[in-house]
């Protein structure tokens, strides 16, 4: 399964930037889907994540109230605005992908993976 990302790119402190994600491969199964970053010196970590119908969403407190998550299943596409950005921002992010299970489990097991897309955030 093919997960791709887009939007990265340099963006000012306080400033919003958007990224998309594409999983052309999952048309035909109810997936969850969501995204993560890592940073430099960091371990990886689950930023959002939202389920098959949007129902169901998860953010880490370290975006709440900044970042939005949003998805468009006609379209198997995946969106996140984010908004009043920090320096602390600044990772790759990583879309990633997996089928929908019987109950909700977030930003876990996820298991198709897009190769990321560079987000840097500068004072």
């Known amino acids: 399964v093919h997960v791709v990302e887009s939007g990265g790119g340099e963006v000012q402190a306080g400033g919003p930037r958007s990224l998309t994600c594409t999983a052309p491969?999952?048309?035909?199964?109810?997936?969850?889907i969501g995204w993560f970053r890592h940073a430099p010196g960091r371990k990886r970590e689950a930023v959002s994540c939202?389920?098959?119908?949007?129902?169901?969403?998860w953010s880490d407190d370290s975006v709440k109230g900044r970042f939005i998550i949003s998805r468009d299943n006609a379209k198997n596409t995946l969106y996140m605005q984010m908004n009043s950005m920090k320096p602390e921002d600044t990772a790759m992010y990583y879309c990633?992908?997996?089928?929908?299970?019987?109950?909700?489990?977030?930003?876990?097991?996820?298991?198709?993976w897009g190769q990321g897309t560079q987000v840097i955030v500068s004072s």
């Open positions: 990633a992908a997996t089928r929908s299970g019987p109950i909700w489990r977030g930003c876990r097991e996820y298991k198709f």
């Open positions: 491969g999952l048309t035909s199964v109810d997936y969850v």
């Open positions: 939202i389920s098959y119908t949007g129902g169901n969403t």
